[in-house]
């Protein structure tokens, strides 16, 4: 492997991390686009930042760890700098917050494990999850500007699998799980808010996706009304009661690893 402490990787050809090679940046800056094949080791604080333009592209097979408070920036860059997910992204520990002008795309091959500490998309006009986001119980994600898969109050698209915390822009307020979207919340602290404080799921009342609630995760959508499900959705690990207030239509599908109180 080799390990980079300083400078920039100057010129505009494109850096390539092969399948089966580490590059560990510990400091410095980009100048060049990076496919990552192999692995790339992201730490030692500060900011990465990239020219304008310029893509980070974790490939099938590739994996991005990025650790410590890093952040990657595109420094307000005209075109804007975008790093493109198609294989592991693994978020660890504080910090790692993507700003200035930078578009984020989990691709559907992609997955994104937020394992511990703040993981903060921000300041990015553009996020996009097409693949898999994993939010480990303690964890936060926050995806504060636009997000592709936000529909008005419907989400489209995307697997989010949480156990800590989820942060959607300000401003959501989801009624609708799109058919081709899947939730799952797992666990008594797994919550979907939204930035500026409040749950995103409050209002929630029809899933046409996939809606998994397991290991205690509280009810924590509408308190009275009908909740109307043409989907899939399944309680595992524990009962789930529902408000008194709240009746319960069943769709086609219904996963059985609990039991629904209604």
Known sequence: GLTWSNGTLAGSGLAIIPAGQTLTRTGGWMSRSIDVF???????????????????????????????????????????VSIVNEGVYNAIGTGGSFANNLAFTNAV??????????????????ASNAGTINVANGAICRVTNSLSQLSGPTLTGGTWNVAGTLTFPSGTNLTTIGAGASVTLDGVAAAINKSGGGSALSGLATNNGSLTRANGAPWGFITAGTFTNSGTFTVSGYTLTLPPGVTFNNGPDVGAGGTINI
Not at 43 to 59: E, H, N, P, Y
Not at 109 to 126: E, K, Q, Y
């Open 38 to 80: 192999g692995t790339f080791d992201l730490s030692g604080g500060g900011i990465m930042a990239f020219d304008s333009g310029r893509v980070l592209t974790i490939k099938p097979g590739g994996t991005l760890n990025h650790s410590g408070a890093t952040q990657i920036s595109g420094q307000n860059a005209t075109p804007m």
């Open 109 to 126: 091959s992609g997955v994104v494990n937020v394992n511990g500490g703040n993981f903060d998309i921000v300041g990015t006009p553009a």
